[in-house]
């Protein structure tokens, strides 16, 4: 899954179970599987990202699933958007990690990916990702304002959200998404495999 970039992911999984943990970015009981239920579950999220995009990851919090897509991608360009300084403080310092070579494709942008002022920085972008950030609805009427017609959004959901999706449809749709459909990733990995919605945003 990271091939040449394993040692920096080990790296940032370091990280989560130290100072993830001590500034609540982690809890504690999820220290034991970080690498199943949060990382490799994130990093499936690479196949649905097409080939040298343009990723925002919003409401990125302790990097997820940014941090392992983009170590999984060396290809695309990641902006991680977080509100809360703690959080940017925390991927900042795992952004800072990398090897300076590679780092110029990362940014950390604090702010909400509704606010205009974040729109204008982000510039245009061709993937917006998002775990467990808000109900499909809500997340979309944050994100819309970031994507451009054609821009994707692909959404790491639980269990419950994919049972909801067909009722949600038409409301996506009537916010301006297109094509509106789960997808599963990461068959190779057994329990950490997932299932994401991914939608485009219609044109204007």
Same mark, same amino acid.
């Given at each position: !899954?990271?091939?040449?970039?394993l040692?920096?992911?080990?790296?940032y999984?370091?990280?989560l179970?130290?100072?993830?943990v001590v500034r609540?970015l982690?809890g504690? +009981?999820? %220290?034991?599987?970080?690498?199943? @239920?949060?990382?490799l579950?994130s990093?499936?999220v690479?196949e649905a990202?097409?080939?040298?995009?343009?990723?925002?990851d919003?409401?990125?919090?302790?990097?997820l699933?940014g941090?392992?897509?983009g170590l &999984? +991608?060396?290809d695309v360009a990641?902006?991680?958007v977080?509100?809360?300084?703690? *959080?940017?403080?925390?991927?900042?310092?795992?952004?800072a &990690?990398?090897?300076?070579?590679g *780092?110029?494709?990362? @940014?950390v942008?604090?702010?909400?990916a509704?606010?205009?002022?974040?729109a #204008?920085?982000?510039?245009?972008?061709?993937?917006?990702t998002?775990? &467990?950030?808000?109900?499909?609805?809500?997340?979309?009427?944050?994100?819309?304002?970031? !994507? @451009?017609?054609?821009?994707?959004?692909? #959404?790491l %959901?639980?269990? @419950?959200a994919?049972?909801?999706?067909p009722?949600m449809?038409?409301e996506?749709?009537?916010a301006?998404m297109?094509?509106?459909?789960?997808?599963?990733?990461g #068959?190779?990995?057994g329990?950490a #495999?997932?299932?994401?919605? %991914? !939608?485009t *945003?219609?044109?204007?």
């Open positions: !899954m990271f091939a040449g970039a040692p920096l992911a080990e790296e999984v370091a990280r179970a130290s100072g993830g609540g982690i504690p +009981r999820e %220290v034991s599987r970080l690498w199943e @239920r949060h990382v579950n990093a499936a690479a990202v097409p080939e040298g995009a343009r990723v925002v919003v409401g990125s919090g302790a990097g699933p941090i392992p897509l &999984a +991608r060396p990641l902006t991680l977080e509100p809360m300084a703690r *959080r940017v403080e925390f991927l900042e310092e795992v952004v &990690a990398l090897p300076p070579e *780092r110029r494709r990362w @940014r942008l604090r702010g909400r509704e606010e205009r002022a974040v #204008a920085a982000v510039g245009e972008i061709d993937v917006v998002a775990r &467990a950030v808000a109900p499909l609805p809500r997340l979309v009427g944050w994100c819309r304002g970031l !994507m @451009r017609p054609g821009s994707q959004l692909v #959404a %959901v639980g269990a @419950r994919l049972e909801e999706l009722g449809v038409a996506l749709e009537a301006g297109r094509n509106v459909h789960p997808r599963a990733v #068959a190779e990995l329990n #495999a997932t299932t994401v919605v %991914v !939608m *945003r219609g044109a204007r």
